[in-house]
T-cell receptor
């Protein structure tokens, strides 16, 4: 099956540090991946999209990388803040649909 | 802009009852989707639509039906609710950019409990 997996269910880091979240995929090569943020009781919010021919994408304090050799995408939040605490989801594209990982819950400790 | 609006926000159903969840978007998006989210399972695609009058099955379509009679609306129906359909349901919409479906805009969800 074409799986997408997020390695950690939960990640705690100290404020000001860089948070790194991992998304791995197996048995296929997605044309692109997306990352979302979800706060409790709310719908996911789109953050970034990265295509297979792009090694890196940045948006303010966010950075996403896409390594097709390792079949992995890394999501970084630099200078993390308590307001960054949320669940982060990665999603792979298959045709017109996206299939999501189960998410990583990030807690930034003041 | 309202974005994607889901109604109702909460609902409790008895086993065997039917209901319809409504999703409305005002962004003129072609693509619309219904997902369910369960603890430990993540978001799973139920049905989707690539345009008015079209629908297709996702990963977990059994027990659900959908209709897209108007471009801005996507309805999800449960004909005979079962406790296994207790979940949070999310609607999403999107569009093509550079030949690929761009990031989804999600609604705020419908929390459904079937007793």
């Amino acid at each position: 099956s074409q799986k997408i997996e997020q390695n950690s269910e939960a990640l705690n880091i100290q404020e000001g540090k860089t948070a790194t979240l991992t998304c791995n995929y197996t048995n296929y090569s997605p044309a692109y991946l997306q990352w979302y943020r979800q706060d409790p009781g709310r719908g996911p919010v789109f953050l970034l999209l990265i295509r297979e021919n792009e090694k890196e994408k940045r948006k303010e304090r966010l950075k996403v990388t896409f390594d097709t050799t390792l079949k992995q995408s890394l999501f970084h939040i630099t200078a993390s803040q308590p307001a960054d605490s949320a669940t982060y989801l990665c999603a792979r594209a298959t045709g017109n649909q996206f299939y999501f990982g189960t998410g990583t819950s990030l807690t930034v400790i003041p | 802009n309202a974005g994607v609006t889901q109604t109702p926000k909460f609902r409790v159903l008895k086993t065997g009852q039917s209901m319809t969840l409504l999703c409305a978007q005002d962004m003129n998006h072609e693509y619309m989707y219904w997902y369910r989210q369960d603890p430990g399972m993540g978001l799973r695609l139920i049905h989707y639509s690539v345009g008015e009058g079209t629908t297709a099955k996702g990963e977990v379509p059994d027990g659900y039906n959908v209709s897209r009679l108007k471009k801005q609306n996507f309805l999800l129906g449960l004909e005979s609710a079962a406790p296994s359909q207790t979940s949070v349901y999310f609607c999403a919409s999107s569009y093509l950019l550079g030949g690929q479906v761009y990031g989804y805009t999600f609604g705020s969800g419908t929390r459904l409990t079937v007793v």
